[in-house]
């Protein structure tokens, strides 16, 4: 079982990113999957979650509006598209299976500078 992300990088202020969780060992559309964030010195945040059906997703207030969680269950990979992009934004992405016990990625350097 493992989840491998990628698409992080350094981007300018309002660009955009998608970042890509490709899963291993299960299927990501049988499970509740979200994107976390942790940036230095911070506690590690819950930013995006999407459920199994794939009918609800939830964010957290400082990304409404701006990022998009999303499944191809036919690549078996979990999406955060980040747009609108801010300094405050920088930070190591995760993805992670929601279960009885959590499955982590191993993060994604999301850096947004000028």
């Known amino acids: 079982v493992q989840l491998v992300e990628s698409g992080g990088g350094l981007v300018q202020p309002g660009g955009s990113l998608r970042l890509s969780c490709a899963a291993s060992g299960f299927t990501v559309g049988n499970y509740l999957m979200s994107w976390y964030r942790q940036a230095p010195g911070k506690e590690r945040e819950l930013v995006a979650s999407i459920t199994p059906s794939g009918s609800t997703t939830i964010y957290v207030d400082s990304v409404k509006g701006r990022f998009a969680i999303s499944r191809d269950n036919a690549k078996n990979t979990v999406y955060l598209q980040m747009n609108s992009l801010k300094p405050e934004d920088t930070a190591v992405y995760y993805c992670?299976?929601?279960?009885?016990?959590?499955?982590w990625g191993q993060g994604t350097q999301v850096t947004v500078s000028s």
């Open positions: 992670a299976r929601r279960s009885s016990v959590v499955i």
